[in-house]
Nanobody, 124 residues
């Protein structure tokens, strides 16, 4: 089992920055990829970004490219999501996820483990 705990959410003004963290524990060797998803009220959970732990390849949804950056610490057990130039449409609960790397890494069903989520609210 892998346990994921997100932190760093909060209220931020449009144009500002926020940094989310996802601390992993347990069988972390099984985490080939770590990803971030978000879910706004009334909407489906959507892919935001992912990183392959072994080689560092990163993937982003188009709406956050150039604004968000996913990374890990040296131990590769904590993932970060640096959110810059945030917009009101970035408001959502952000979830960390991990699992094996699959070609459809953008689907929630590709991930085995999930955190409890952290709220991000962007005011206009």
């Amino acid at each position: 089992q892998v346990q994921l705990v997100e932190s760093g959410g909060g209220l931020v003004q449009a144009g500002g920055s926020l940094r989310l963290s996802c601390a992993a524990s347990g069988r972390t060797f099984s985490m080939y990829v770590m990803g971030w998803f978000r879910q706004a009220p009334g909407k489906e959970r959507e892919f935001v970004a992912a990183i392959r732990r072994a080689i560092g390849d990163t993937y982003y949804t188009d709406s956050v490219k150039g604004r968000f950056t996913i990374s890990t610490d040296n131990a590769k057990t904590t993932a970060f999501l640096q959110m810059d130039s945030v917009k009101p449409e970035d408001t959502a609960v952000y979830y960390c996820a991990s699992g094996p790397f699959r070609s459809d890494y953008y689907r929630p069903t590709s991930y085995n483990y999930w955190g409890q989520g952290t709220q991000v609210t962007v005011s206009s």
